[in-house]
Nanobody, 127 residues
Framework: VQLQASGGGLVQAGGSLTLSCQAS????????ITWFRQAPGKEREGVSC???????YLADSVKGRFAISSDNRQNTVYLQMKNLKSEDTAVYYC??????????????????????WGQGTLVTVSS
């Protein structure tokens, strides 16, 4: 199994980016995919989750600005980020958790829940 995160880069505050998480070796219908981020000196935090088992999850800090979607034919999950702020600067990771419901926020936001992790993509927002 491999998760390949991509799409990070340098963007000005107020700008937009879309991250991609390409999964191979697993079937997206069987897994929840969650985007985490980790800023320098901070803990890794769950940002958004998508699963075929129920509604998506968005952290309060990104509601109204981020959206998550999936293309199961391409085995890819996307994180659309708009109105980016300097506090969104972080390395973004995608992770796969088998049979995980995104409505279970306690499990979704716990890094130990996940079976597989991607390598991370850096998002830098300049103010």
């Amino acid at each position: 199994v491999q998760l390949q995160a991509s799409g990070g880069g340098l963007v000005q505050a107020g700008g937009s980016l879309t991250l991609s998480c390409q999964a191979s070796g697993l079937i997206l219908d069987d897994y929840a995919i969650t985007w985490f981020r980790q800023a320098p000196g901070k803990e890794r935090e769950g940002v958004s989750c998508i699963s075929s088992l129920g509604p998506t999850y968005l952290a309060d800090s990104v509601k109204g600005r981020f959206a998550i979607s999936s293309d199961n034919r391409q085995n890819t999950v996307y994180l659309q980020m708009k109105n980016l702020k300097s506090e969104d600067t972080a390395v973004y990771y995608c992770a796969a958790g088998w049979s995980l419901m995104c409505s279970n926020t306690e499990l979704v936001t716990r890094t130990t829940t996940y079976d597989y992790w991607g390598q991370g993509t850096l998002v830098t927002v300049s103010s």
